[in-house]
């Protein structure tokens, strides 16, 4: 059995935002926005890289979109008697509203991992990104060009947009503690920088704002056939909160573990039911969930949430000293 607990201050928004803050319903299989700390932390493989896809709102005129690419690997192994590096990187995009607003993210990230004793794990990791937001204010309709009967765009709107275009750099640093179970702490844009498309004043109010994390999942052995894995992942900022939590189990198909079945349900508190189904062929896992709204906001939507998928394949190396731990989670 393997259980894992993490506590995290995650990130920062505009006080003022008015778009969503990116975020993937499957928070299990996206690592490595989770914590720079998780860089190399994989307890059932040397490797693995993933891909994540989420569309939401379908019915809307312009749905949300956001897209992911990570990938980490353990490296140095053979250095430290009984630690190692972790090496990786994410890249990120989300796409919202009439106007295109599209967010751009790029990070490399590394962490040390330090085994204490043969249950415990020390890891210190940190990343460095580009992020990158831009926005088409030409698809944009404003009160003053309604003339009765359509939007008139030929009437200038008076607003004004200094940049259309921002970007700064992004730093992040993160600590865990693993014992399975395990404690684990990020800070997230260490840098406060400031995001506006619009005052250049530097005392205008247009830092981002913190965003506290609080993720824990295990991952039980109940049989030769069947592993359960619950987990809950919970968010503030700036008044707003989201709370996330269900359980997946995966049943052995072929008694070798190389064919799974996956099946099960999340819950997004005062938000969505989210039923999830996947499949495992040897070391590719695909899993596909969709956010079935409960709220309020389902009126608005024709209750149509959000569908997401993921993808991720892990390994080991073809060569690797013998005796070297090679997995710390229950596996078939």
Same mark, same amino acid.
């Given at each position: ?28 299989? +996206? /690592?490595?926005?989770?914590? /720079? ?10 490797? =693995? ?69 043969? %249950? ?32 008139? =765009? ?10 259309? +275009? ?14 399975? /179970? %395990?404690?684990?702490? +990020?800070?997230? *844009?260490?840098? =406060?920088? =400031?995001? %506006?498309?619009?005052?250049?004043? /530097? ?9 506290? %994390? ?45 064919? *799974?079945? +996956? ?40 209750? *149509? ?28």
């Amino acid at each position: 059995m393997v259980l894992s607990a993490i506590f995290a201050l995650i990130g920062f928004l505009p006080q003022d935002a008015s778009s969503q803050n990116l975020h993937f319903s499957q928070f299990f299989h +996206s /690592p490595l926005t989770a914590n /720079p700390a998780n860089t190399g932390f994989i307890p059932e493989a040397d490797y =693995r890289i993933g891909a994540n896809y989420r569309s939401q709102w379908a019915s809307i005129p312009v749905p949300y979109r956001t897209m992911g690419v990570w990938g980490d690997a353990q490296v140095l192994r053979e250095r430290f008697e009984t630690g190692w590096l972790g090496l990786g990187g994410v890249i990120l995009r989300d796409v919202a509203g009439t106007g295109n607003l599209t967010s751009t993210k790029a990070y490399a990230s590394a962490a040390y991992h330090q085994m204490l004793g043969i %249950t415990g794990l020390l890891s210190a990791g940190f990343s460095v990104g580009y992020v990158n937001k831009r926005v088409d204010v030409t698809r944009f309709t404003y009160d003053n060009q309604w003339n009765g009967k359509f939007f008139d =765009r030929t009437i200038l709107s008076g607003e004004s947009f200094l940049n259309t +275009s921002i970007g700064y750099i992004d730093l992040q640093a993160g600590l865990n503690y693993a014992w399975f /179970p %395990t404690d684990e702490l +990020s800070l997230m *844009q260490v840098n =406060r920088p =400031r995001e %506006t498309f619009f005052s250049s004043n /530097p005392n205008a109010n247009t830092y981002l704002d913190s965003r506290y %994390t609080v993720f824990a999942d295990a991952s039980v052995k109940l049989s030769d056939r069947w592993i359960l894995s619950p987990g809950g992942y919970y968010q503030q900022q700036s008044g707003a909160s989201e709370l996330t939590a269900g359980l997946h189990l995966d049943h052995n198909l072929s008694g070798n573990g190389e064919h *799974q079945f +996956s099946l099960g349900l999340y819950y997004r508190n005062g938000d969505a039911f989210i039923p999830v189904v996947g499949y495992t062929w040897r070391n590719v896992r695909f899993m596909f969930s969709y956010d079935a709204t409960v709220s309020s906001l389902g009126d608005y939507i024709n209750r *149509q949430g959000a569908t997401e998928m993921a993808l991720m394949q892990s390994g080991f190396y073809r060569t690797f000293t013998p005796g070297m731990r090679q997995s710390m989670c229950p596996k078939f």
